[in-house]
């Protein structure tokens, strides 16, 4: 069936000298994706984590590989365990990592090998505010993000909080990767528009692969 939402495939947006918007790349691996992400919430399902400063996020999140990015009245953190199941975070589907080595690789980082994932899901009216990856050990290694289900606008910034931000339309299918120098861009999301998207129904789904230590 094609994908009316999704923009055509192998066409490549530079966003700055190492961060890109890879359109489509991964509509190949949608199908297997989605399939990924439905056995991994059926056993650490999406959850809205509370902020350090005890407000309740608007995305909903869950993750998948070595190590899961956790949020509580303790800090940001990244955690071998989901704390609400206990247990290790589901694995890496093959198709996830596959995706993650492909895109990075495609975005001029050869031999990503991220070791987390974070799953957000968001409902029309949710937004992400303008944030830094500040987490992860590894500063340098990219961040590889990719987008399924209802449209979005990324804003993509600079290095310090205030500096301007382009306005990055994303659909179905798109990967944004930021790596290297551009890997500690601030970045956020506009709130998602009401609609609904044919294979995904009211809502974005977003992969975001990073490399922790
Ligand atoms: C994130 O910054 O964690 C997610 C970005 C997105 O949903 O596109
Ligand atoms: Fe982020």
Same mark, same amino acid.
């Given at each position: 069936?094609?994908?009316?939402?999704?923009?055509?495939?192998? !066409?490549? /947006?530079?966003?700055?000298?190492?961060?890109?918007?890879?359109?489509?790349?991964?509509?190949?691996?949608?199908?297997? *994706?989605?399939?990924?992400?439905?056995?991994? /919430?059926?056993?650490?399902?999406?959850?809205?984590?509370? /902020?350090?400063?005890?407000?309740?996020?608007?995305?909903?999140?869950?993750?998948?590989?070595?190590?899961?990015?956790?949020?509580?009245?303790?800090? %940001?953190?990244?955690?071998?365990?989901?704390?609400?199941?206990?247990?290790?975070?589901?694995?890496?589907?093959?198709?996830?990592?596959?995706?993650?080595?492909?895109?990075?690789?495609?975005?001029?980082?050869?031999?990503?090998?991220?070791?987390?994932?974070?799953?957000?899901? %968001?409902?029309?009216?949710?937004?992400?505010?303008?944030?830094?990856?500040?987490?992860?050990?590894?500063?340098?290694?990219?961040?590889?993000?990719?987008? !399924?289900?209802?449209?979005?606008?990324?804003?993509?910034?600079? !290095?310090?909080?205030?500096?301007? /931000?382009?306005?990055?339309? *994303?659909?179905?299918?798109?990967?944004?990767?930021?790596?290297?120098?551009?890997?500690?861009?601030?970045?956020?999301?506009?709130?998602?528009?009401?609609?609904?998207?044919?294979? !995904?129904?009211?809502?974005? *789904?977003?992969?975001?692969?990073?490399?922790?230590?």
């Amino acid at each position: 069936m094609s994908d009316l939402f999704a923009a055509p495939q192998g !066409l490549r /947006t530079d966003l700055a000298a190492q961060a890109c918007v890879l359109h489509g790349f991964a509509l190949p691996f949608a199908d297997a *994706l989605l399939a990924g992400i439905a056995a991994i /919430t059926a056993v650490s399902p999406f959850r809205h984590l509370i /902020t350090p400063g005890g407000h309740t996020m608007q995305v909903a999140m869950s993750n998948c590989g070595p190590l899961g990015w956790v949020s509580d009245r303790r800090g %940001y953190r990244y955690s071998a365990c989901d704390p609400l199941t206990e247990q290790a975070w589901p694995p890496f589907p093959e198709s996830f990592l596959t995706l993650a080595h492909a895109a990075a690789a495609e975005a001029g980082f050869d031999g990503h090998v991220p070791d987390a994932c974070l799953i957000n899901r %968001y409902a029309p009216g949710t937004r992400l505010s303008l944030h830094q990856d500040r987490d992860e050990d590894d500063r340098v290694a990219p961040i590889v993000s990719a987008s !399924l289900g209802l449209p979005a606008t990324f804003l993509f910034g600079g !290095l310090a909080r205030g500096d301007k /931000t382009v306005r990055v339309p *994303l659909v179905h299918g798109d990967v944004v990767v930021w790596g290297g120098a551009d890997r500690m861009r601030f970045h956020g999301v506009l709130p998602i528009r009401p609609g609904r998207h044919p294979v !995904l129904g009211e809502q974005r *789904l977003n992969l975001t692969f990073r490399k922790v230590r």
